[in-house]
Structures are given as C-alpha cells and as structure tokens.
C-alpha cells in the first residue's frame, strides 16, 4: 500500500499568514494526488485534483504542486474560514490512501 | 448538480451488519462511480473501496474484504455499503463520495460527497 504522509500535523497560524502543507508518497504516484478541507461535522471538500488544478468555486488563495512523491498544498493568505483539517489522498493504485491530516488553527 | 442523501445513523450490536445508502440526484448512477470511505471519532479519512471506470469492476480494500459489499440499484439511483460481522472498531461516519471522472475515467478525486452516516457499534 502506498503510504501518504503528511507534515506537519497540527499549525497555528494568523490570517494573513501563507501556509504550506506537505505530503509525502512512500513511492510515487505521478499526479494523482487530491488535497481536501473538513471542518468539523462535515463532510471532506475537494480543494485541488491532479496535484495542481484548483476544484471550480474554490478561492485562488489556494493552490498545489508536486509530482511523483513530494506534494505541497499552499494557502496563501489565510482567512478566517480556511481553519479545518486538511488531507491528501491518492488513488493512483489500489487501495486509495489518505494522509494523516493537517489541523490548523488560530494562533 | 450532483447531490447524495445518505441514511440515517445506526446502532449495531457487535457481530451484526449494517447496510447504508446512498441516493443520487441530479445525474444517474450509470454516469459515476461511486467510493466509500470512513472515519472513526477523532480519526483520519479511510477509503474503504469503490467502482474503478478503467476495469469496470468494483475494487475493496483488503482490509474490509469478505466484509463489504458495495452495491448499486440503478432502478432508483441508490448506492449501498454493507459491513458485516461489526466490532467496536468499525463504530466511523460513513460516506459515499462520487470519483470526479465519473463512470469513463479514475480521476482519483472525490468532488462530491454524501452527509455521512455514523455507525456506532455497541453492546
């Protein structure tokens, strides 16, 4: 199984801030990442696809980069209502896997 | 636009099984694939298996295999996912979530997701 991990695991930071999240591929999984946000009590929302393309009605303050093994998910200047949980997952090869989670929260 | 209307919570002995489902509106099952994944209290995301467009067939974890079954009436648009011999452990909201390449490519992305079900597994 390809295992996804992600750094760091928890982030305190201030709006404004410009937040990066990484994801790491124990083997490479060429573009096939997905990155999404979850706030509490709610269901997962797609943010980006095929490790860069932004999701449509997803704010441009968000974006992703990354191929083969190495993956970031960048916030560019956080607002109020980015402070979730954030994952990556892959479904380049079966079973589809997820990240730990990144939770950011205010500082 | 695709919208998916989940069940409602469940409690289950230890030993039972629980059939969740997932109804489509706005496209019909034929024109997706359908995943499911869960997550524990507390926990991360885990996939739990799905319809992979590319071989036609509907691929599980083998952490979950001989317990799920992933089905779909397509008569009424719903999608189902049955876990059997539950324990504690399986207690997670549930989701169905729709692959954005639909049923003709594995875009390995998740656009659109269901409410989510909590299972709780208890004695």
């Known amino acids: 199984d390809i295992q996804l991990t992600q750094s760091p695991s928890f982030l305190s930071a201030s709006v404004g801030d410009r937040v990066t999240i990484t994801c790491r591929a124990s083997q490479g999984i060429s573009s096939y990442l997905a990155w999404y946000q979850q706030k509490p009590g709610k269901a997962p929302k797609l943010l980006i696809y095929a490790a860069s393309t932004l999701q449509s009605g997803v704010p441009s303050r968000f974006s992703g980069s990354g191929s083969g093994t190495e993956f970031t998910l960048t916030i560019s200047s956080l607002q109020p209502e980015d402070f979730a949980t954030y994952y990556c997952?892959?479904?380049?090869?079966?079973?589809?896997?997820f990240g730990g989670g990144t939770k950011v929260e205010i500082k | 636009q695709v919208q998916l209307v989940q069940s409602g919570a469940e409690v289950k002995k230890p030993g039972a099984s629980v059939k969740v489902s997932c109804k489509v509106s706005g496209y019909t099952l034929t024109e997706l694939s359908m995943h499911w994944v869960r997550q524990a209290p507390g926990k991360g995301l885990e996939w739990m298996g799905g319809?992979?467009?590319?071989?036609?067939?509907?691929i599980y974890a083998q952490k979950f295999q001989g317990r799920v079954t992933m089905t779909e009436d397509t008569s009424t648009d719903t999608a189902y996912m049955e876990l059997s011999s539950l324990r504690s452990e399986d207690t997670a909201v549930y989701y169905c979530?729709?692959?954005?390449?639909?049923?003709?490519?594995?875009?390995?992305?998740?656009?659109?997701w269901g409410q989510g079900t909590m299972v709780t597994v208890s004695s």
């Open positions: 997952q892959q479904l380049n090869s079966y079973p589809g896997t």
């Open positions: 979530a729709t692959d954005k390449g639909g049923s003709y490519y594995r875009f390995g992305a998740f656009d659109i």
């Open positions: 319809f992979d467009p590319e071989d036609g067939e509907t």
